[in-house]
């Protein structure tokens, strides 16, 4: 079974411009995440979708959202962009929601700030 | 507040050096605690999850067991390949759903 895929790979953006990351989850996932990870602050909670809408949310800024589609695909969206959104995005699907489900995670997204 | 820590922050062992890396967490109603691999400019690769005090679970060289307070991954003969951070992680709960709860992570060295 295809594991989690994520693109691009890697992508340069200046300040003030706009970035979206998609993520293919494991077939017959239907919950996908998002995570920030950075040096300094390791891995962080960005927001869940299930079933194409938000479920739970992280403590970041309104200029990230995202969505899911009905193949359970997500995207997720980074506008105005700020030198500290530097970082790997990372995204993980599990079958279900809840707390024993494991999250499986795609190889990022390396999104570089100049 | 739900907090997990993971100590040490770095390790290097020699090859054939066996050790244990620490993961301690304060969290109500626990449902689960992870460890993942995770290599460098990769994502996580998961190993383990332990449900309840007590429980152990072993692949290869690795074994992870949970008590009420902490988790310890245990590395038995390790070897170059075992070099990666090692991450613990548990669920809290939101708003209106569940989040992974990541620790720092220890980046394990192993030398020839």
């Known amino acids: 079974k295809a594991g989690v895929t994520q693109t691009p790979r890697y992508l340069i953006k200046t300040r003030g411009q706009q970035v979206t990351l998609s993520c293919s989850p494991i077939?017959?996932?239907?919950?996908v995440s998002w995570y920030q990870q950075t040096p300094g602050q390791g891995l962080q909670f960005l927001f869940e979708?299930?079933?194409?809408?938000?479920?739970n949310k992280g403590n970041f800024p309104g200029r990230f959202s995202g969505r899911q589609f009905s193949n359970s695909r997500s995207e997720m969206n980074v506008s105005t962009l700020e030198l500290g959104d530097s970082a790997l995005y990372l995204c993980?699907?599990?079958?279900?929601?809840?707390?024993?489900?494991?999250?499986?995670f795609g190889p990022g997204t390396r999104l570089l700030v100049l | 507040e739900d907090q997990v820590t993971q100590s040490p922050e770095a390790l290097r062992l020699q090859e054939g050096e066996s050790s244990s890396l620490n993961c301690s967490y304060t969290v109500s109603g626990l449902r689960g605690l992870f460890w993942y691999r995770q290599d460098p400019g990769k994502g996580p690769e998961f190993l383990f999850t332990l449900y309840s005090a007590g429980e152990e679970k072993e692949k290869e060289r690795l074994k992870a067991t949970l008590t009420k307070k902490e988790s310890f991954l245990h590395i038995t003969a390790p070897k170059p390949e075992d070099s990666a951070t090692y991450l613990c992680a548990f669920f809290i709960t939101g708003d209106s759903g569940y989040a992974l709860n990541f620790g720092k992570g220890t980046s394990l060295l192993v030398t020839p």
């Open positions: 979708y299930f079933s194409e809408t938000q479920r």
């Open positions: 077939s017959g996932h239907r919950s």
């Open positions: 993980a699907s599990s079958p279900n929601r809840g707390g024993r489900e494991t999250q499986y």
